[in-house]
T-cell receptor
């Protein structure tokens, strides 16, 4: 089935460690996104990529990094510079320019807890 | 800057009751999109509806209906005859429209979400 796969579902990290969250899609979408969800704050955009080998900072990019070497993959690294990384992370994709309808397709999320 | 406000943090109803989720937005764009997404306990957000800023027609889809009023910057969502399966977190969101010529499509601004619990 077509969709977005995020892994791992749950992740625990010690302070000072970098961790990488995986996001893979087989929808043939050009655009991919990373959102962070905190209780009572809705979703906030971390990074987005509208095409392979290109990505842009969202509203809360500090302490995060991404790469987009393949169309299907958009991994997110939470670095030790991120001051409060405990959160629920959601990856999404959409059709790109010319085909964008406004609909984002989301994965089931990764819950990161810093110990 | 864009902003979306969902004033209701949590709503609790009994099955078969009607329930309305409120959404108020702010934007300086003249063309924009409004959305509602549902987040069930499994975690992924599910797209429910998109509305263009120039189309103020209300929409009905089964038990779901949406009331868009540009004059009050509101885009409210009503579930008629609610069911236990409707229990979820519901998000209202806003983005600039493709026709605006921007390159930031897909950058959604979300509200805080409303937790809806439907009791049997």
């Amino acid at each position: 089935d077509g969709g977005i796969t995020q892994s791992p579902k749950y992740l625990f990290r010690k302070e000072g460690q970098n961790v990488t969250l995986s996001c893979e899609q087989n929808l043939n979408h050009d655009a991919m996104y990373w959102y962070r969800q905190d209780p009572g704050q809705g979703l906030r955009l971390i990074y987005y990529s509208q095409i392979v080998n290109d990505f842009q900072k969202g509203d809360i990019a500090e302490g995060y990094s991404v790469s987009r070497e393949k169309k299907e993959s958009f991994p997110l690294t939470v670095t030790s510079a991120q001051k409060n990384p405990t959160a629920f992370y959601l990856c999404a994709s959409s059709m790109g320019w010319g085909g964008y309808t406004g609909e984002l397709f989301f994965g089931e999320g990764s819950r990161l807890t810093v110990l | 800057a864009q902003k979306v406000t969902q004033a209701q943090t949590e709503i609790s109803v009994v099955e078969k009751e009607d329930v309305t989720l409120d959404c108020v937005y702010e934007t300086r764009d003249t063309t924009y999109y409004l959305f509602w997404y549902k987040q069930p306990p499994s975690g992924e957000l599910v797209f429910l509806i998109r509305r263009n800023s120039f189309d103020e027609q209300n929409e009905i889809s089964g038990r779901y209906s949406w009331n868009f009023q540009k004059s009050t910057s509101s885009f409210n969502f009503t579930i008629t005859a609610s069911q236990v399966v409707d229990s979820a977190v519901y998000f209202c969101a806003l983005s600039e429209a493709m026709g605006a010529g921007g390159t930031s499509y897909g950058k959604l601004t979300f509200g805080q979400g409303t937790i809806l619990t439907v009791h049997p």
